[in-house]
């Protein structure tokens, strides 16, 4: 792999260091987008759309697109999967990858 030269006063790291983030943190977060990511990729193959979940899931369009976007609680993220089909078991699959 060839590591390409930065310009001058950058520096290269990870997300979880330019945020800060402890171990634990980065992990949700983590975790927060691997199910947002599942959230938009079901709710398209099943030809739905941002607001028809959130009628689905007693929410607005907004907070969906937040939702797939990471920009939600993991409670909001598991039960939007819910509403989708998603089984316990593929959610646990998901949280734990």
Do not use: C, N, Y
């Amino acid at each position: 792999m060839v590591k390409k030269k930065l310009p001058k006063g950058w520096t290269e790291g990870s997300v979880q260091d330019l945020l800060g983030l402890a171990d634990d943190e980065a992990e949700i977060v983590e975790m927060r987008v691997r199910l947002a990511q599942k959230v938009r990729e079901k709710r398209r193959a099943r030809g739905l759309t941002q607001r028809e979940l959130a009628e689905r899931i007693r929410s607005t369009q907004p907070r969906v697109a937040r939702m797939e976007q990471a920009g939600a609680s993991l409670e909001m993220l598991i039960q939007a999967l819910f509403a989708l089909g998603a089984s316990r078991k593929e959610i646990g699959r998901l949280l734990a990858a």
